[in-house]
């Protein structure tokens, strides 16, 4: 459903990304591991329209998203969570899970049905009428995860779901995401250093390194790939 291309991403001097492939199929979980600087959000920061590449193609169920505001590819279906989550401060969760459908054609009470349903999903639904600012960070990211799940997105960017996030909430993510493929319909493109929720989850493995696709496989396959230890998994 997702297939990058040759994907080349240029700041300057630096390749940030220097020809990366790969290919998310409909209903899966594709893991990016990589140390610092490997690239990993750059390759987000592409699929989701913030960033140009330099070069390459990045196409989601056979269409090019090339050129397309972040808009625009939100509303093809790709959605997108950040490192650190960004939720509207002054703004009631129940408002901040309503912000995308402000162009969209849902009615009122679909909106308010499907906000509800996925505050209740993140736990946070007694303090659906609080400021996203009152919220504690991990909060802030699951408030962030519901808002992307609100709009039905085919694909869903997820850029280290887990940092920051107390180990109870971080098992709520998982549940999250591992529900995603199969009850929520969507694929997956998951970045995180946390390595054993990557294993646990991911379908396919690509680990980056210095902007290039160092390995690609599953859970077993990665972890013994001497290449994957010696630059990654070893330091
Ligand atoms: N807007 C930008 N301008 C200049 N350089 C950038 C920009 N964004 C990223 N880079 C550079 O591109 C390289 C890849 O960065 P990127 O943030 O994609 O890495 P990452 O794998 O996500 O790292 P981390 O795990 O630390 O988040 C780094 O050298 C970074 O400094």
Redesign the pocket.
Known sequence: MLRVTDLT?T??G?K?LGGVSLHIPEKRVLGLL??????????L?CINGL?EPSSGDIQLQGTSLLGLPTHKIAARGVGRTF?VPKLFPRMTLLENLAAPFTTGDASDAEVYERSAEWLNRVELYRLRHNYAEELSGGQQKLVELARMMVAQPKLVLL??PFAGVNPSLALLIIRLIEAMPERDGCSVLL?S?DLTSVYQLSHNIVV?HE?RVLAEGGAAEIRSNPDVIEAYLGA
């Open positions: 991403k700041f300057g630096l940030a990589g140390m610092n600087g490997s690239g990993k959000t750059t390759l920061n960033y490192q850029d280290e970045v250093h980056l902007g």
